[in-house]
């Protein structure tokens, strides 16, 4: 039966059996019979139960049922196999009725309820009804040399509108399903290719290889003899492709929109016209059910012998079963099936076909005698190669890829020869033979307690000396011995369908889990989710680096791509510059508003980066400069604009520099110093002289210039030069915005989380409260919850509907000390994570067979719950969900119990420098240094010393200093360790100044001899080392060709995930490490100067320096502090002096208020003035017009022979031509 969420098409299935059809183990009398288990019968006294009922495929359907008692039940939906459990609970009283609708529709045969437990007052009941109809199914089958055609009434037939939808399982992994084509270049092909469906479609485009896209691949191991459906549906060019619920929606090349098919449509085959029997390509083996297309049977149009269809070959009506039984090997360890072996015959052969994911494992083995301890030739898989051994001499063979793969291996005393999909591989001699398949325990000398030596994976069509193996009859009659096997089934899946990895992470898998290969993204972690890149040139400047071109991903783990700007250090501000390819002067003459002189701007990145740079901007600006020679701006009889300029939206903007929105005026109106009085604008008074307009445009909202139109320079003498500046932005308007919760029952709400795959959660927060809730979101039966549980603990919780998972960090300090405290939470396919400030991260990997989806449906709490217990009293900033900054402060401002804004003197990222931390005090603030390589009131002093030849410093590296430590060891099958993710990272960052060389700076390395080394090369260039496998070449990374021991100062920062580091030596003699050349520059030592050494949170040459008492410090020859790293700091010392004048930390609580009190009159008095004077000056020169009702103050509106903004000249500049490489 079907079962269907449409009641008017669904009948009772239950209540119309027989009482034949119910059948139980056991029965106490007649009036508990099994059939009394009918829903809305009061016969009997068989208890009632409901029971919601899960399937196997995604049921959408109907169940009744009633109990007396609670109860737990298991239900299977038998297709061909269950395998998929589920337990639901049931309801408390004899007569309540429940419907369950679940949400997708399934086709099935069988289907059983599992009781597990019954009340815990005893006893256990069942009455049930289940509705559907009856499902019509119409089939057949192709044995790989057949076809039905479906031939037109007409020549050819034109549609606009097609739907093809079929079942089908498959024997083989290759075959045409359907096929379809036009004399005028039109085609459709559906076929199997490598156990995936593709579907080949054009439109009246005669070269089949055309630039758009005619190809679409969907599923895997469709060869499974499992049941698939498959529907397309197409609309003009539109097409939705679906296989097995997934679909896909493409756009197919061509010129037209109509599909012409002539003469007929092939099903199962391509035939050769004028040759019956012979194929253009491989036919489909295997059957095909409710085969329609556009409404037409096909199927059962063929059974009925319509004239419409023509078969080729030998299809019948009715399934054929498959011929091959397979066996799976469930266990990476253990797993083994032993067979007899005849050692009295002379030669013996195997024949097999295997599957598997896995690139590692044994496969089979024959022992070449009856000793206690013979020789063994084996074959296995190793790096997803085939090798045939024989006392450890392995050779290739064969790559391993998920597809069925024959092997046939025969050999006798004198030879063997192995062939692997046909192709003849090898020869060898002098061989015994038995065979055992698989790895079993009790082998030693095998080493399969090893996981990666066990064979997970299929087999099937096994022959030994031509002879076929019945696995079924292995099984019933335990002839041979074996052990975690599963018979008559293949239970291989395709975990990379669909991909699961992120930001175009490439899938790799293993039979029982998948990983995600990073490589060439720019993002990191277990599914490619976090950008490798810093979010702003902020995030450069608390680094300590200078300007130069940087890539920033402006939405982390959002959907944009990283991208380059350029990040100027200038003054107290830093600036995010983007460039356009109309930076020179044009000149332009000719033009006229009806034919305007029109320039069109791309910019160095793209328009969605322009918006999000612009959004999350605290201020953004843009320069025109405009020069002009009789050459109006607006007509001086009506205002009508003669030129104007695009916004970023494409709407039509009239003002100028200095003025906001509908304000069509120059920047000289509002200085007050223009030409003519009568005009606001200097080239309105259209005189024969050159004129200047240049002004800075501001308002974000329509930032930058797109495209700008001058029309008024064709008249005699008319000329205008035009120049259009870089669009330049500073700030985060983001990273500071906050709210104050102090209600506990109050929240900010927000939109559902998107959270269904992954999420990723960071904020600042600080309180004096003992517990609170930081943000809560709620399912049917899904929530994640993240919250401060005590002083000392933070929860990460979440339930995908299998029970909730919490993950806690315990932190050595009190959390509720009112300081700022960061937190990362993330939730994703493959792993839940959490960290608190600097803190080891804590990790808890999912479990590959639970479920992956996190599904809610009610608002985003934020600062309560929906239960508004337990909410969060105190501050919280910068809260940022996927990449999205949720807008606090605006949000406060509507919702009680809740003020927009924090208080406290730590308001800003420019208080404290270099990554140091801002402590609040009663009436003023610190800066916390301890985890930066500066020292200082605000961080700022750089700390260095000099070596001579023999000096070194040894820092021995503690846990919480280790980076970002795993909870347990990562284990991911052998040949998976390019894609293993690790959870350790390096962060590195120093200064040096040096005129020797070969010298190595910097080694960090583990026990084991992994290393990573810093070093110049003998030609000066700077070289990175790793070596972090063993069994690989030391990895070399040269950033820059050019010699740096020049005797000038320069930066060198690293980043780099990778396994766990346990100590850090700057120099060393290189003892513990074996390459030659470190070993050499080591012995020859670093001479020079080193400066703001830092490795994580780490800071070794600042504590050889303050703290050599250390027992984690060492300090080998003459170590004497420096100055040589302050020059690199020289061009922030003055923007310090200005941004904190009058924040000394140690002032008192009366000086403050004093100064308050002052600046405060002050500062009333001086805005009054301006204001009157203001409003005088316009009221006076500008009668005409009324003033604007918002004007925003000026800076500098410099002419066009002054450049608007001049950097302080730094000539200590460390390096004028910094750049950043990614390893």
């Known amino acids: 039966f079907q079962t269907f969420s449409n009641m008017k098409h669904i009948e009772p299935l239950v209540t119309s059996l027989p009482p034949a059809s119910f059948q139980n183990s056991s029965k106490l009398s007649d009036r508990r019979s099994p059939h009394y288990a009918k829903l809305n019968r009061r016969e009997g006294m068989c208890s009632c139960l409901v029971v919601l009922l899960p399937s196997l495929y995604q049921i959408i359907s109907t169940y009744l049922v009633r109990t007396t008692w609670p109860i737990s039940l298991y239900m299977c939906v038998f297709v061909c196999l269950c395998i998929y459990l589920q337990i639901f609970i049931g309801n408390s009283d004899t007569d309540t009725v429940v419907q369950h609708k679940l949400p997708h529709s399934i086709r099935t045969r069988y289907m059983r309820l599992l009781p597990l437990e019954g009340s815990p007052k005893g006893g256990m009941g069942l009455r049930l009804e289940v509705y559907g109809c009856t499902y019509k199914s119409d089939v057949a089958d192709f044995d790989g040399r057949s076809a039905l055609l479906y031939r037109f009434n007409q020549k050819s037939t034109s549609t606009v509108k097609d739907v093809i939808s079929l079942r089908f399982r498959s024997h083989q992994a290759e075959g045409v399903l359907v096929h379809g084509e036009g004399q005028r270049g039109d085609f459709l092909t559906l076929e199997l290719q490598r156990g995936r469906l593709i579907l080949h479609l054009n439109l009246g485009e005669r070269k089949r290889r055309s630039t758009g896209r005619s190809s679409v691949m969907l599923g895997s191991l469709l060869d499974d003899h499992h049941w698939h459906s498959v529907q397309i549906e197409r609309f003009n060019k539109h097409v939705n492709f679906t296989v097995d619920g997934h679909t896909q929606h493409f756009r197919s090349p061509g010129q037209e929109d109509t599909l012409e098919i002539d003469y007929e449509l092939s099903f199962g085959g391509i035939p050769l016209p004028g040759k019956p029997g012979t194929f253009l390509h491989e036919n489909f083996h295997g059957c095909i059910e409710n085969l329609n297309y556009n409404g037409v049977n096909v199927i059962d149009m063929a059974k009925r012998r319509k004239p419409q269809i023509y078969t080729v070959g030998n299809v019948t009506f009715s399934c054929s079963e498959s011929s091959s039984v397979a066996v799976t090997f469930l266990g990476s360890t253990g797993s083994f099936l032993m067979l007899p072996a005849d050692y009295s015959m002379e030669s013996l052969s195997v024949r097999l076909q295997f599957r598997t994911w896995n690139q590692e494992g044994l496969l089979f083995s024959v022992p070449m005698s009856l000793d206690p301890d013979p020789i063994n030739l084996l074959l296995q898989l190793s790096q997803a190669r085939l090798l045939l051994s024989l006392s450890g001499g392995p050779q290739n063979s064969a790559q391993v890829n998920g597809q069925w793969h024959s092997i046939n291996r025969d050999f006798s005393l004198c030879n063997l020869v192995l062939v692997v999909d046909d192709v003849f591989d090898l020869k060898d001699s002098k061989l015994g033979f038995s065979i055992i398949l698989g790895c079993p325990l009790f082998q030693s000398d095998f080493n399969c307690e090893n996981p990666n030596r066990g064979y997970q994976g299929c087999l099937r069509l096994l022959f030994i000396n031509n002879h076929p193996v019945d696995a079924l009859q292995i099984q019933q009659e335990s002839l041979s011995n074996y052990s975690q096997i599963s018979f008559d089934v293949c239970n291989i899946q395709d975990r990379c369908l669909p991909n699961l990895c992120e930001h175009g992470g490439q899938c790799i898998q293993s039979w029982d889990q998948f990983y995600c290969d990073c490589s060439g993204t720019g993002y990191t972690g277990a599914p490619c989710h976090n950008s490798i890149y810093e979010r702003s040139c902020e995030a450069f400047r608390k680094t300590g680096s200078q300007s130069s071109v940087f ?232 929530f994640i919850r993240l919250e401060l549980s005590s002083p000392y603990t933070v929860n990460l919780t979440f339930d995908l509907g299998d029970g909730p998972v919490i993950i806690t960090v315990q932190a050595p300090v009190a959390l509720n000390d009112r300081q700022w405290h960061y937190i990362r939470a993330e939730r994703n396919v493959k792993e839940a994570s959490l960290q608190v400030d600097s803190l080891p991260l804590k990790l808890n990997e999912a479990p590959s067979e639970r479920p992956y989806r996190l599904q809610l449906s009610s608002q985003l709490f934020v600062g309560g719950t929906a239960s508004r217990q337990r909410g969060f009293l105190g501050c919280l900033r910068a809260l940022i969900i996927n990449g999205v900054t949720l807008d606090l402060y605006e949000r406060a401002k509507t919702t009680p119990g809740v003020n927009s804004g924090c208080p406290g003197h730590c308001t800003s990222d420019s208080v404290c420098h270099n990554g140091g931390r801002c402590v609040e005090e009663r009436s003023s603030y610190t800066c916390d240094c301890t985890q930066t390589a500066f020292d200082g009131p605000h961080c700022r002093t750089a700390l260095a010393a000099s070596f001579e030849s023999g000096s070194s410093v040894l820092y021995t590296l503690q846990e919480p200093f280790s980076g970002i430590l795993n909870e347990e060891a990562r284990r991911s099958p052998a040949g998976f360790h390019d894609a293993e993710v690790t959870k350790s990272q390096e962060k590195v960052s120093f200064g040096f100044l040096t005129h020797h060389v070969p010298a190595l700076i910097l080694t960090a390395h583990t026990l084991d001899q992994h290393y990573m080394a810093v070093m110049l090369t003998s030609n000066g260039s700077l070289q990175i080392r790793y070596l972090l496998n063993k069994e690989k070449r030391t990895e070399k990374f040269s950033p820059v060709s050019s010699s740096l021991a020049d005797g000038r100062f320069h930066w060198v920062k690293i980043n780099r995930k990778g396994q766990e580091l346990c100590s850090i030596l700057f120099p060393v003699s290189g003892s513990d490490i074996t390459d030659k050349e470190l070993v050499q520059a080591g012995l020859r030592g670093f001479i020079g100067c080193l400066s703001s050494v830092q490795f994580n949170q780490a800071t070794p040459l600042k504590a050889a320096l303050q703290n050599s008492q250390s027992p984690l410090v060492t300090v080998i020859g003459r170590l004497e502090a420096s100055s040589c790293g302050t020059i690199s700091s020289l061009n922030t010392l003055n923007d310090s002096a200005k941004t904190d004048q009058g924040k000394d930390p140690l002032k008192t609580a009366d000086q403050n208020d004093l100064a308050l009190i002052g600046g405060v009159v002050a500062a009333v008095v001086f805005i009054t003035l301006c204001v009157l004077a203001i409003i005088i000056r316009f009221l006076y020169r500008h009668r005409r017009t009324p003033a604007p009702s918002v004007i925003t103050g000026k800076t500098h509106r410099p002419s066009m022979e002054h450049p608007p903004y001049r950097a302080a000249l730094d000539l200590h500049k460390p390096n004028h031509d910094s750049k950043e490489y990614y390893i």
Not at 683 to 705: E, F, I, M, R
Request: charged share 20%.
């Open 551 to 782: 890539t920033i991903d402006l939405d982390g783990s959002g959907p944009l791509e990283h991208t380059q700007v350029n990040c100027t250090m200038a003054e107290d501000k830093v600036w995010t510059v983007v460039g356009h390819d109309h930076m020179r002067i044009i000149d332009i003459r000719g033009s006229t508003p009806r034919s305007p002189f029109v320039l069109i701007f791309s910019y160095t990145i793209s328009p969605y980066h322009l918006r999000s740079l612009v959004t999350s901007s605290e201020h953004c600006q843009q320069e025109v400069k405009y020069r002009c020679r009789k050459s109006r701006l607006f007509d001086t009889w009506d205002g009508t604009p003669l030129s104007w300029w695009l916004d970023r939206d494409g709407v039509k903007r009239t003002y100028w520099g200095g003025f906001l929105p509908g304000v069509q005026q120059c920047s000289c109106s509002l200085d007050g110093n223009c030409r003519d009085m009568n005009y606001f604008c200097n080239c309105d008074a259209d005189q024969d002289t050159w004129a200047n307009d240049t002004g800075v445009l501001s308002y974000k909202d329509h930032l930058p210039l797109s495209e700008i139109a001058i029309g008024d320079t064709n008249r005699t003498n008319s000329q205008a030069e035009l120049q259009i500046g870089q669009l330049r932005c500073y700030g985060n308007r983001f990273f500071w915005n906050s709210a104050s919760f102090y209600q506990e029952s109050s929240y900010l709400h927000f939109p559902t989380l998107q959270a269904e795959l992954s999420v990723d959660i960071s904020l600042f927060f600080k309180t004096s409260a003992l517990s609170g809730v930081f943000l809560e979101n709620l399912g049917v039966r899904d």
